[in-house]
Nanobody, 114 residues
Framework: QVQLVESGGGLVQPGGSMRLSCAAS????????MGWYRQAPGKERDLVAT???????VYADSVKGRFTISRDNAKNAVYLQMNSLKPEDTAVYYC????????WGQGTQVTVSS
């Protein structure tokens, strides 16, 4: 099993920045990808960004140019730097790890509001 612990959510004003962190622990031996999903109220859970072992990354169109995903393989950690935040970015953000199956964190709330 793999456990994920997220941190860094909260309230931020439109146009502001926020950084999410996620640390993986447990039976880690060959992580294929680490990433972030989000789920807004009444909507489906959608991919925000994911980074593969070769450091290539995929972003949702809605966050391209504003969000940056990064990994620290030595720490089994993944980060999401979010800039120019918009109210529509408000959601619960979930960290994910792909290792044989997809593991999920517990989620952290990000609220963008003035």
């Amino acid at each position: 099993q793999v456990q994920l612990v997220e941190s860094g959510g909260g309230l931020v004003q439109p146009g502001g920045s926020m950084r999410l962190s996620c640390a993986a622990s447990g039976n880690i031996f060959d992580i294929n990808a680490m990433g972030w999903y989000r789920q807004a109220p009444g909507k489906e859970r959608d991919l925000v960004a994911t980074m593969f072992s070769g450091s290539s990354a995929v972003y949702a169109d809605s966050v391209k140019g504003r969000f940056t995903i990064s990994r620290d393989n030595a720490k089994n950690a993944v980060y999401l730097q979010m800039n120019s935040l918009k109210p529509e970015d408000t959601a619960v953000y979930y960290c994910t790890v792909l290792q044989g199956r997809l593991y999920w964190g517990q989620g952290t709330q990000v609220t963008v509001s003035s």
